[in-house]
Every structure is written in structure tokens, then in C-alpha cells.
């Protein structure tokens, strides 16, 4: 079995790698949009442009040629984390926020999440994440705020 790994990459560089990360990321929102009854999340309408022109830093989770799941994150903001529906429940969301928190300089760290993703709030909150607030970003569309202080 061939271990799973997680490095910093440049989407903006390799457009192959953007297209699986962008696959990856629409598959990772298709589930949370069918968890909260909701299809507008934004990230997952990005397109290869958007994603490649996100001010963020970039980790991937491969086992072997086989992306996994990514992340992004900015300063002190966890932007995003997906992980492919047939990889859930592998601890790959763990380790890629494992691998972010590492990197994050900042005292406080913080994420939102679909209100109703159950199993990203469990996640984050596994983790010490402590829930902030709920915001509607978009009419009937909800986040849950989360944040972390080391």
C-alpha cells in the first residue's frame, strides 16, 4: 500500500494539477451542498482561472498519481479543505489542517464551514476550533464561523 502524502504545490504553474484539484474541490462541494441543501457555494462554481488566481498557499493529499484532497489557506484564514467522496473518513482532512496549522504564523486561525456540515464542524471542532457565529452569506445560505487560539 502506498502511503499517503501531503506537499506544497503552485496550481498557477501546472494547469494539469489545477484541473485535478478543481475536480477534487467540485466533488468535495457537490457532497456539503447535498449535506446542506444548498448548491450555491461558491467554491464550487470556481473555474481553473479562479482557482489558479486565489491569493492562497496550497497543499495536496496524493496517495500515489492519485489526488486525494487540497487546502488552501491565506495568513491566518483556512480558505479551503476537499477531499474526494471515496477517500472520506481516511483522516485526510485532518492532516491536511494538521499540515496548514503548522504553517499558519498567527495566534489565531480561522474557518467557516457550511452550518449544517456536520462532518466538517466535528472536524474543526475536533480539532479546538471554537464556533464563532452563523452568517448568512447569501440569502438561506448559511456559514458557520469557527476559530482557533494557540
Not at 474541490?25 to 482561472?49: C, F, M, T, W
Not at 479543505?81 to 485526510?92: E, F, K, L
Not at 471542532?125 to 452569506?137: I, R
Amino acid at each position: 500500500m502506498v502511503a499517503i502524502e501531503i506537499v506544497g504545490v503552485d496550481p498557477a504553474a501546472d494547469l494539469g494539477l489545477a484541473e485535478k484539484i478543481l475536480a477534487v474541490q467540485k466533488s468535495s462541494y457537490a457532497v456539503e451542498a447535498r449535506l446542506i441543501g444548498d448548491n450555491r457555494i461558491p467554491l464550487l462554481h470556481e473555474s481553473v482561472d479562479d482557482l489558479c488566481a486565489a491569493q492562497v498557499h496550497w497543499l495536496v493529499a496524493r496517495e500515489g498519481d492519485e489526488m486525494l484532497g487540497a487546502a488552501a489557506w491565506s495568513e491566518a484564514e483556512i480558505d479551503r479543505v476537499v477531499v474526494a467522496p471515496h477517500a472520506h473518513r481516511r483522516g485526510i482532512g485532518r492532516g491536511l489542517v494538521d499540515v496548514m496549522l503548522d504553517s499558519i504564523v498567527g495566534q489565531r486561525v480561522q474557518v467557516a464551514t457550511g452550518r449544517d456540515n456536520a462532518p466538517a464542524r466535528r472536524l474543526y471542532e475536533s480539532l479546538g476550533f471554537v464556533h464563532t457565529e452563523d452568517q448568512e452569506v447569501l440569502p438561506g445560505l448559511w456559514l458557520a464561523r469557527y476559530e482557533l487560539v494557540r
